[in-house]
């Protein structure tokens, strides 16, 4: 079906759950990865050094992040 009757809007159990309002924007994703790096990298930095496989799971996450920080900045960087 592709819409209600009369070619109205589909009826509420066709509509979509995806809405502009559910979408992060760039700026928004790109200030959580940042906050979320800044705190990746406040953990690693108080986890003992004798505590190495913690400290390289998190050396793994905060590669992850900065990673997918930089592929989503975009060509232009920012």
């Known amino acids: 079906m592709t819409g209600g009757p009369a070619g109205g809007p589909p009826p509420e159990a066709e509509r979509s759950d ?11 994703a790109g200030g959580r990865i940042r ?7 406040a953990r690693l930095d108080r986890t003992d050094p004798s505590r ?4 390289a799971a998190l050396e793994r996450r905060l590669a992850a992040l900065r990673a997918h920080a930089a ?7 920012a």
């Open 35 to 41: 906050a979320e790096i800044a705190e990746t990298q």
């Open 52 to 55: 190495a496989e913690e400290r």
């Open 71 to 77: 592929a989503s900045a975009g060509p232009s960087g």
């Open 18 to 28: 995806w809405t502009d309002q559910d979408l992060l924007t760039r700026d928004e």
